[in-house]
């Protein structure tokens, strides 16, 4: 026992240093500043955009037509977007003079007013490449998939210098097999160098499947109702699958929309422009902490910096609500009573609310905007009535364990599947009923002898 115990520590001494290693190693590789979760540090939308209004173009093939409609459709009210109603087209990435086109588009891109590019392209990209002897590549091959991922690559750049939120949408599923398969190599490199790059991937792929994950020319569309959605080809969509292709896009624009009006109320951040618009009430301007002139102020002065009384000479905390401070409304109300001689009386009480300074709205308005944010399920039920409800999928602490495409409610609900029962619980329906194995459930009374 002895001689085996010697052997087993001079086993661990000897893989001690290479453990250090690894460990040291870990350690000393950084994490990439676009794995970390963009809510808990900033938006991903500009909250400050011209003239508050943010200008949006899609770009692509003929996928980006039929997004485009859809898009128009879902946000043709919003006075928050300006659409532009035609499509900057990208040609099909297989072409012979791809790098000229792509310098193209990145000039063009970079002459006109852009705050978010939507991008879908990959209807004619399943073709063959020429490399530079004029040798074919054949599709589907690890040449080929490698020569698609540096043109990826370099059509995302193209989008780097103009600095805008992009959102690249994916490919489908598509009717033939060996196109399906190739569509899903194709989204793993499209959604590996829109993380690299710093866009966002929307993933639409298992949006059009049926409950078994495979082509499905019909499904349900927004209200439920199972709608034609692909046309014969097997590859384009129909008006009704425009309009469901770009519901994946307008989730995630609206959702980072509320997110970085949200951050509009931080005060102290931004220029004087940016300040002026959250803050117009302000007569004195408070710099921001870190600038020089914050630093220079606190060196010359011992008292801090304080708003100016307003011109009507009310308080700085009962100033116009343009300026982010909550103003002292005071309220009274008058209730009857009936007195001890069995009169009726009227009695007076005065309710009080305090003005609530802008950096405790702020801090509210961060505390709302950080909490997960659900899916809203819209239905029409019988008597002219909307039935709304939110549905939120699980925090960052079940991340990365189940696919948001898999998880219980966008199968229920987006997809239309129906959930296997499990015993005992109401929608089991099975005969003879199964024995509940939930922790709550009794144990069956035992059967008498005799």
Do not use: C
Request: glycine share 8%; proline share 8%; no cysteine.
């Amino acid at each position: 026992m002895a001689d085996a115990w010697q052997k087993l520590r001079r086993s661990f001494a000897a893989i001690a240093p290479l453990v250090a290693l690894v460990l040291a190693l870990g350690a000393a590789v950084p994490v990439p500043a676009n794995a970390v979760d963009m809510e808990q540090n900033t938006t991903f939308l500009s909250p400050f955009p011209d003239n508050d209004i943010y200008q949006v173009t899609v770009f692509g093939d003929g996928f980006a037509e039929g997004l485009l409609g859809g898009l128009v459709q879902a946000f043709g009210s919003d006075v928050r977007l300006n659409i532009q109603r035609q499509i900057t087209p990208i040609a099909n990435i297989p072409t012979w003079d791809f790098e000229g086109k792509t310098a193209a588009l990145e000039q063009k891109i970079s002459e006109q007013p852009l705050n978010i590019a939507i991008v879908m392209t990959g209807e004619d990209d399943r073709n063959p490449f020429r490399n530079p002897d004029s040798k074919r590549i054949q599709v589907g091959t690890d040449a080929w998939i490698t020569e698609y991922t540096r043109r990826i690559d370099r059509l995302m750049r193209a989008f780097k210098r103009k600095n805008a939120s992009v959102y690249w949408v994916g490919l489908p599923n598509f009717a033939r097999g060996d196109a399906n398969e190739l569509a899903q190599r194709m989204n793993d490199v499209i959604r590996e160098r829109a993380y690299l790059n710093g866009y966002k991937y929307i993933d639409v792929y298992q949006g059009f499947a049926d409950e078994n994950g495979a082509y499905s020319a019909y499904g349900p569309d927004l209200e439920g109702a199972i709608r034609l959605l692909r046309v014969r080809d097997g590859v384009n969509f129909t008006a009704a699958g425009n309009r469901r292709l770009a519901h994946f896009v307008e989730k995630e624009l609206r959702s980072d929309l509320t997110q970085a009006k949200s951050n509009r109320n931080v005060p102290l951040l931004g220029a004087e422009a940016e300040q002026e618009k959250i803050n117009p009430g302000n007569a004195v301007k408070t710099p921001a902490p870190s600038s020089p002139v914050a630093d220079a102020a606190s060196a010359n002065a011992k008292v801090p910096v304080v708003r100016n009384t307003a011109t009507d000479g009310t308080p700085p905390s009962q100033t116009s609500a343009a300026s982010g401070d909550q103003k002292a409304d005071n309220g009274k109300i008058t209730l009857r009573l009936i007195g001890s001689n069995g009169r009726e009386e009227t009695q007076t009480i005065e309710v009080l609310r305090p003005a609530i300074p802008a950096s405790v709205v702020a801090l509210m308005a961060r505390r709302e905007g950080s909490v997960p944010r659900g899916d809203l399920v819209v239905d029409q039920i019988g008597g002219g009535l909307t039935l709304m409800s939110s549905i939120t999928p699980p925090g960052n602490r079940d991340r990365g364990r189940l696919s948001p495409t898999q998880a219980p409610y966008f199968r229920l609900l987006v997809k239309g599947e129906r959930l296997q029962p499990k015993p005992g619980r109401a929608d089991d329906v099975s005969w003879p009923p199964k024995n509940d194995s939930t922790t709550d459930a009794k144990p069956a009374d035992p059967v008498p002898r005799g």
